[in-house]
């Protein structure tokens, strides 16, 4: 598929007139090996950019408006704001996303005084875990620092990602996906440490495996609100924990620091969430060595471990995937599977020996339908870079 060719088409479709002189932009979806619900606790995260991602042309207009239209959700028609009075309107519906980076540049004194006409297209599978949320909002951030002669960084742009995210929409989430998505580089992981926003990228050279995600096409409601819940709860913690210790965050703690000073956490609820989210950094910390070390088998049985923490003490699992991680433990040549991203559904990450991968994908898919009636889809992990101006 020439996607440019087929936004071409699009953006003439539905903005009338040509789209010459348009430019074209694309921004990655992300998968996080390891440390989950750990970003917005001060903790690190492992996460890389995809080679999957959205894709967009733009062109400035001559008046205020900012017109959005996606040709994977061509039944909602257009979508409209006006950058004299940009506000969240609901039949926006997905462009509200990419609305509130423009209202998020605005906060911070980036104001941007000509329209524009976006028309775009993405192949990252919503609500699965892999950021289609934090990739349009970088698609949108990139295309205004290009654009518009900005002068901030990709650091910067991921922020107002976030922003426009917790603030304009809704949706409380912590930092890792917009960085990853801004800061991908091909064939590494970050290793971002969200205390700081300090990070290094780690080469991913698995020779004799490959990362593979499992989409479970399951997505339950209201992951939005039980997102919110967890961060609520993992923040009352933090405070019981400072009514004694001196942190920033549930990432300042060791394992044994946090085993001595859990009874100030009087909520059981709360004592679980922050076990989750200490334990977890310590494993991100200690997979990233484990690969330093050429120590993938370490690695996946701390991925492994991930996923029962998830499952057990932070609860963002739900038994699909939790059968679907049961069934690709099972299968010989997996070193390591776990849930990925925010959780309630969506995907699994896995590294599988090179030998096993034809095994591994017709036992996963045919032992899930088997046990829950449900058709997963299986892709490789294609590692790629951060979002950029296309040619
Ligand atoms: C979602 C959020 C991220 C992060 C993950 C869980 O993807 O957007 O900030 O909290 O969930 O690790």
Redesign the pocket.
């Known amino acids: 598929m020439d996607i440019k060719k087929e936004l071409t088409e699009g953006f003439s479709k539905y903005f009338g007139g040509s789209a010459d002189g348009a430019r074209f932009f694309f921004s990655p979806g992300r998968v ?1 090996l390891i ?6 606790n001060g903790g690190h ?1 492992f996460p890389c950019a995809l080679t999957m991602g959205s894709y967009a042309i733009v062109k400035k207009r001559d008046d205020k408006k900012i017109r959005f239209v996606s040709l994977n959700f061509e039944n909602a028609g257009i979508s409209e704001s006006n950058l004299d009075d940009i506000q969240y309107v609901k039949k926006n519906g997905w462009a509200n996303y990419l609305i509130g980076v423009v209202w998020a540049f605005a906060e911070a004194g980036y104001t941007i005084d000509q329209g524009f006409d976006l028309a775009m297209w993405g192949n990252i599978p919503s609500g699965a ?1 892999l ?1 289609s949320s ?1 990739s349009i909002e970088v698609l949108m951030g990139t295309i205004l620092k290009t654009m518009y002669s900005i002068p901030v960084d990709m650091v910067a742009v991921a922020k107002f990602g976030q922003k426009s ?1 917790n603030d304009f929409c809704g ?1 409380n ?5 917009q960085f990853a998505v801004a800061m991908g580089k091909k064939d590494n992981a970050i290793f971002l440490d969200t205390a700081d926003l300090s990070y290094e990228y780690a080469p991913i050279k698995l020779s004799d495996a490959k990362i593979m995600i499992t989409n479970s096409h399951v997505k339950h409601s209201l992951v939005d609100s039980a ?1 919110n819940d967890r961060r609520r709860e993992s923040t009352n913690a933090l405070k019981a924990l400072q009514t004694k210790l001196s942190i920033n965050g549930l990432g300042d703690l060791t394992e044994d620091e946090f085993e001595a000073n859990k009874s100030l956490i009087s909520d059981p609820v709360e004592l679980k969430r922050a076990k989750h989210a200490v334990y977890e950094n310590q494993r991100t910390i200690k997979a990233v060595a484990a690969l330093k070390n050429n120590d993938i088998e370490s690695f996946g049985k701390l991925m492994n471990a991930s996923h029962v923490s998830l499952r057990d003490d932070y609860e963002v699992s739900c038994p699909e995937v939790d059968k679907l991680v049961e069934i690709e433990w099972s299968v010989p040549g997996v070193i390591g599977s776990r849930i990925t ?3 309630f559904g969506g995907c699994t990450v896995s590294i599988v020996k090179n030998d096993a991968l034809e095994n591994f994908k017709k036992t996963v898919l045919s032992e899930y339908k088997k046990a829950c009636g449900i058709d997963a889809e299986i892709y490789e992990a294609e590692i790629g870079d951060g979002a950029r101006e296309l040619v």
Request: include cysteine; aromatic fraction near 10%; proline fraction near 0%.
């Open positions: 996080n440390g989950e619900h750990t970003d917005y995260v875990g950021s934090a995210e949706m989430c912590g930092i890792m996906d997102y991203g925010g959780g």
